[in-house]
């Protein structure tokens, strides 16, 4: 992999051997045009041989590389792991079943040269493209999460919180994957509560999105498990937020001097 690119994509996948090759062939083919230096990313746990099948990927592909194990650890634990080895400038993530195609990138990568501190798709916003939309019951759902949500957590002027397409600053994604709490299905609202707590200036952009039917989601167990998760979120004790704040507080505050304020 290079020394330091700019973009560091990891891409989470539980038993994904089905479709992570041609995700990542169809990724390697836009980011390869791009003019900056890249590299995939994979967190593959499972037993299904994902993780073997991209590593024999990225013997011929040093941009490509791969962690996990034959356990489930849960998608927030892997993309922690990962951003833990990611040595891009900006760092974010696409989910493996590639509902959202790496070029709405274009999308997303400008805000960072607006200031802002993390940027992720969002199903909810009126430039967003459903090309094929969730069943009646799963988008019924959705709405009924979204409700519990903001009534337990917060988060009201998000529309979406768990489209799996989010990139952040480097530093950013380290402070929050260090002190974030949740490996299951929830981190996407554990990190945004964080970021918003702290202080990180957040953009939420419409991507085109399509879903694919498939759903890991236990109907009973999983939501007993989220809603137990979203209380921990709201009532849990976080970690201080590591050096960016204050180092966010300082850039201000020396732009003030410079400019006479």
């Not at 973009?7 to 083919?29: F, H, K, W």
């Not at 990927?57 to 650890?73: I, K, N, Y």
């Not at 922690?80 to 509902?99: L, N, T």
């Amino acid at each position: 992999m290079f020394a330091s690119p700019y973009l560091s994509v990891i891409v989470p996948a539980y038993n994904e051997v089905r479709v992570i090759g041609s995700t990542l062939r169809a990724m390697r083919e836009y980011l390869s045009d791009q003019v900056y230096d890249y590299e995939i990313i994979v967190a593959a746990d499972g037993n299904d041989g994902t993780r073997e099948l991209v590593a024999e990927m990225a013997q011929d592909d040093p941009t490509l590389g791969v962690l996990g194990s034959p356990h489930r650890g849960g998608k927030g634990r892997g993309i922690r792991q990962a951003v833990a080895r990611a040595r891009g400038q900006i760092i974010g993530f696409v989910d493996a079943d590639y509902k959202t195609p790496i070029e709405e990138i274009e999308k997303v990568l400008p805000w960072f040269d607006e200031g802002y501190d993390l940027a992720f798709g969002s199903r909810g916003m009126a430039e967003t493209r459903i090309e094929n939309p969730q069943n009646i019951v799963r988008r019924l759902g959705s709405r009924g999460f979204k409700i519990a949500m903001q009534l337990i957590v917060g988060l009201w002027g998000i529309a979406d919180t768990q489209c799996g397409f989010k990139f952040y600053r480097a530093p950013v994604a380290r402070d929050l994957f260090r002190r974030m709490r949740i490996d299951g299905y929830m981190f996407d609202v554990d990190l945004l509560y964080l970021a918003k707590r702290t202080g990180y200036r957040m953009k939420e952009v419409g991507i085109r999105w399509r879903d694919d039917g498939d759903s890991r989601l236990e109907l009973v167990a999983g939501n007993w498990q989220n809603l137990k998760d979203l209380f921990r979120i709201r009532l849990g004790a976080y970690p201080p937020p590591f050096v960016v704040p204050a180092a966010r507080a300082l850039e201000r505050q020396t732009a003030d001097v410079f400019s006479g304020r």
